[in-house]
């Protein structure tokens, strides 16, 4: 895809994120909307994965750390064709194979259950090794959130996966600068987030991850690394695309009533139009 084409999708992806949190009445839109981009490039360009076989052996995997940012990742997932956007509506409703944190029993193309922070990259890093001592190809991703790395056991994790030199890793993180309590510096600051990366022997990448260039460039940096596990810092925007949720730490974990339903989606119409129209 160029980047027009994958700047409809995330905008597309975006539009599913407010539709499934508001019909929830319950869910996490900021950190969704702030890591869209970034689950745009890794589900439409490059990871190798097929909808139609979710399950194949030799596909690329993804951990969503960050587990609470499910709909961004159904979002991605439904756009890319493993399930009706249409089944977005369902979210967090009784029944439904779209719970609020993602559940690998249930939903197509979830290659791991998360939510409990800090666990997701555990599981990558396990996924790794797995492919290595396998003798696998497969490429295993990873989203965390900035806050999350708060949590011990992302270094934990990170320790051992730049000491087995684990170069089919790679470690994203979603640093939007906020979480449900404020700003990361103030709850418990995480920064500098690349020199920790670094001194766990990752290749680091500093990005602004609401930026298809830099991301592109990004992962195919990660891709050419060799001998050790990378990680792209992405800064990007929490809410971004929706006017009053934009870097507001409110909209952490709350959903839109009908009134900001509208907004918001009059807010993703007006990218639609200056993007040329929706795909």
């Not at 750390?65 to 064709?81: D, E, F, Q």
């Not at 396998?134 to 295993?140: E, I, S, Y």
């Not at 974990?253 to 907004?263: L, V």
């Amino acid at each position: 895809m160029n980047k027009l084409e994958l700047q409809k999708k995330a905008n597309e992806v975006r539009k599913g994120i407010i539709t499934a949190v508001h019909s929830a009445k319950a869910g996490h839109p900021g950190g969704s909307l702030s890591a869209a981009d970034i689950f745009t490039y890794l589900y439409f360009e490059e990871m190798n994965i097929d909808p139609k076989d979710p399950k194949k052996a030799d596909r690329d995997r993804f951990v969503l750390s960050k587990g609470h940012t499910a709909p961004g990742l159904y979002s991605a997932l439904a756009n890319r064709g493993y399930f009706p956007v249409e089944d977005l509506k369902t979210l967090r409703h009784l029944g439904s194979y779209l719970q609020g944190h993602p559940c690998m029993q249930e939903t197509p193309g979830v290659d791991m259950s998360s939510g409990s922070l800090g666990q997701g990259i555990s599981a990558a890093v396990g996924m790794a090794l797995a492919a290595k001592m396998d003798g696998k190809d497969f490429r295993v991703y990873t989203l965390l959130g900035d806050g999350e790395i708060q949590e011990g056991q992302v270094w934990e994790a990170s320790m051992f996966a730049g000491h087995r030199k684990l170069d089919n890793l790679v470690v994203v993180v979603d640093n939007n600068g906020l979480q449900i309590d404020g700003k990361v510096e103030d709850v418990c600051s995480p920064y500098p987030i690349d020199k920790k990366f670094e001194a766990f022997n990752f290749h680091v990448i500093n990005i602004d991850g609401n930026d298809f260039d830099q991301l592109d460039n990004a992962f195919k940096e990660a891709r050419s690394t060799k001998g050790m596990p990378t990680a792209i810092i992405c800064k990007t925007v929490k809410g971004k695309g929706v006017s009053y949720m934009e870097n507001n730490a409110g909209w952490h974990g709350k959903a839109p009533n009908d009134e900001e339903y509208k907004t918001a989606m009059a807010d993703l119409l007006k990218i639609s139009e200056e993007l040329g129209g929706a795909n």
